[in-house]
């Protein structure tokens, strides 16, 4: 597990989601992955969401300081099984997986992405 | 002239001004540097004389939204639409000053551009949840399009079940390649142009005319 070492990925339950306004997942998003972190979503945001999501992070860039986000998603196939689905309670979702990390970390979540595209992949 | 006159006139000016159907806006979207200013420009400079704004190797050298007011275009069939063409800062989910370094330019000028670019980005977001009737995506076709930024881009018009031409623009260009356009989004018609040599540009102002008419 060497190739995550010092990185905190927070995973957000589609249930979690589900329970927030769309401002508040944005905020509980940034703030998160402005502090450095890697979040994955369990569901995906709403194309409304997501346009909202890119409008608040340009809000947020700073000389020297944040830089935006990286933000890849991956379709969920069989959910239902795989390890994050047990890791997040077993709960199927349709929706696509999506991993947010601050910009300035892209190899980090390049790293990540493979990790991840395992996790999904091994649910098979 | 009487006071009565110049109250009808104005009552009519409004009555007109509430009535008459607002110009469709077009915008052009798409990701930093895929050549929508200069597209921008074409269309203007084809349609009316003159042009929107400056074009760079720079990226984000646009970083206000552009409007360019009554539009006509002619399609070679002869139908033809009034738009404004709404020239857009390239989206993306993030921005570093440093990116304006490498080019050589000054940290205070860096700081700056990189602010209004944020802006710009910002204001863009928002014009397409509110103002925006049809959209042209722009994409180098020299460059892979499967880009995230790209799809969540598309995904956000598609949500706003908004008409959307995508061009794979620099077709001058020896490796560019609208297939890979094409099979990116096959959803939607795909038009291959060069906005800096004109080539195929015909073939596009058909499409308006018919898609966004
Ligand atoms: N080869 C080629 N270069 C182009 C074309 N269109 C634009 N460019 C160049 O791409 C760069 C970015 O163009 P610009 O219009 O500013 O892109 P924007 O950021 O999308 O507005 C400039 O150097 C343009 O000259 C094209 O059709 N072919
Ligand atoms: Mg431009």
Known sequence: MEMIQGVQIDLISAERLDRLT??????????????????????????????????????????????????????????????????????????RLTVIGPANQLKTLKKEKDLISAWVSSSR | MTFLVRTKRKI?????????????RIGIYGPPNAGKTTLANRIVRDWVG???????????????????????ITGQNGSSITIDIVDTPGVTTKIDY????????????????????????????????????????MLDSTLDPFQQVNIMLVGIIESRKLPVLIVANKNDLPDASPARIKSAFPQHPVIAISGLEGNNVEELYEQMTSYFG
């Not at chain 1, 703030?31 to 999501?53: F, H, R, T, W, Y």
């Not at chain 1, 000389?63 to 069989?78: A, H, Q």
């Not at chain 2, 000028?109 to 042209?136: F, S």
């Open chain 2, 50 to 72: 003159d042009a929107v704004g400056p074009v760079s190797e720079v990226p984000h050298e646009t970083r206000r939204v552009r409007r360019k007011e009554d539009i006509t």
């Open chain 1, 22 to 95: 769309a401002m508040e997942k944005i905020r509980l998003i940034l703030d998160d992955v402005m502090e450095g972190n890697i979040v994955i979503l369990e569901k995906g945001l709403a194309p409304d969401e997501q346009s909202k999501l890119i409008e608040i992070t340009m809000r947020e860039i700073a000389p020297d300081g944040f830089s935006g986000i990286e933000m890849e998603t991956y379709p969920i196939r069989d959910a239902g099984n795989g390890f994050l689905a047990k890791l997040l309670g077993g709960k199927r979702s349709e929706t």
């Open chain 2, 98 to 137: 440093n990116e304006f370094i490498e080019f050589g330019i000054e940290k205070e000028e860096a700081v700056k551009r990189a602010r209004e670019a944020t802006e710009g980005v910002a204001e863009a977001m928002h014009w397409l949840r509110e103002d925006i009737d049809g959209v042209i995506y």
């Open chain 2, 12 to 24: 009519s000016g409004l009555l007109k001004a509430l009535f008459k159907k607002r110009t469709c």
